[in-house]
């Protein structure tokens, strides 16, 4: 019943920035945990940021100070943004929602967006 829509990638040179955004319908509970993974080929899934009402919003420690995770709860949008961006960040990012609190790492996500690619490069 939730369906996830991102948008905001592309490609850009290393520092840049981005703004990713997921457009959220159906029902989330505000305590759910909604959050941003990235898959790049030939790494493990990598969970990224995460946030619901509940908890702080956590970020990768490979990212902090760079991206930030926000939530629009009365919109029900959750953005990504992305700072000082490097080549490494190269990926594709989804957003994804569960039905229960963040578990920072072991939370189970269900329902999934397709992703949108952000490509880092010079």
């Known amino acids: 019943q939730v369906t996830l829509v991102e948008s905001g990638g592309g490609s850009v040179q290393p520092g840049d920035s981005l703004r990713l955004s997921c457009h959220a319908s159906?029902?989330?509970?505000?305590?759910?945990?909604m959050g941003w993974l990235r898959q790049t080929p030939g790494k493990e899934r990598e969970e990224v940021a995460s946030?619901?009402?509940?908890?702080?919003?956590l970020t990768v420690d490979s990212v902090k100070g760079r991206f930030a995770i926000h939530r629009d709860y009365a919109k029900n949008i959750l953005y990504l943004h992305m700072t000082n961006l490097k080549p490494e960040d190269t990926a594709m990012y989804y957003c994804?929602?569960?039905?229960?609190?963040?578990?920072?790492?072991?939370?189970?996500?269900?329902?999934w967006g397709q992703g949108t690619r952000v490509t880092v490069s010079s």
């Open positions: 994804a929602a569960a039905d229960l609190q963040c578990t920072w790492h072991g939370t189970v996500f269900k329902n």
């Open positions: 159906g029902y989330i509970d505000h305590r759910y945990c």
């Open positions: 946030i619901d009402s509940i908890r702080d919003a």
